[in-house]
């Protein structure tokens, strides 16, 4: 099993950055993939972006392409999305995800999930 808990939520201004970071533990090891993603209110989750745990790919929504970056760094055993460029529509409870299955990392399948950290961007 991997635990995983979300930090660096907060309020912050249409085009200010804030960055997220995902601490996991547990079967780090087992790590494959590992993902953002948000649901804002009435709305269902969306996928945000997703990195290949070890090599380092990368993939994002076409929403945030350009403004956010994932990351990681294996030494912490922590991920982080850092957001640039906000918008009041990134306005969500980001949740970190991942996944010990050999799956692309265009997936959307994930076993492993955060509690959440709730962004909002005023206008």
């Known amino acids: 099993q991997v635990q995983l808990v979300e930090s660096g939520g907060g309020l912050v201004q249409a085009g200010g950055s804030l960055r997220l970071s995902c601490a996991a533990s547990?079967?780090?090891?087992?790590?494959?993939?590992m993902a953002w993603f948000r649901q804002a209110p009435g709305k269902e989750r969306e996928f945000v972006a997703a990195i290949r745990w070890s090599g380092g790919s990368t993939y994002y929504a076409d929403s945030v392409k350009g403004r956010f970056t994932i990351s990681k760094d294996h030494t912490l055993n922590t991920g982080y999305l850092q957001m640039s460029s906000l918008k009041p529509e990134d306005t969500a409870l980001y949740y970190c995800?991942?996944?010990?299955?050999?799956?692309?990392?265009?997936?959307?399948?994930?076993?492993?999930w955060g509690q959440g950290t709730q962004v909002t961007v005023s206008s």
């Open positions: 547990g079967r780090t090891f087992s790590i494959y993939n």
């Open positions: 995800a991942a996944t010990r299955r050999f799956l692309p990392i265009t997936t959307h399948e994930y076993e492993s």
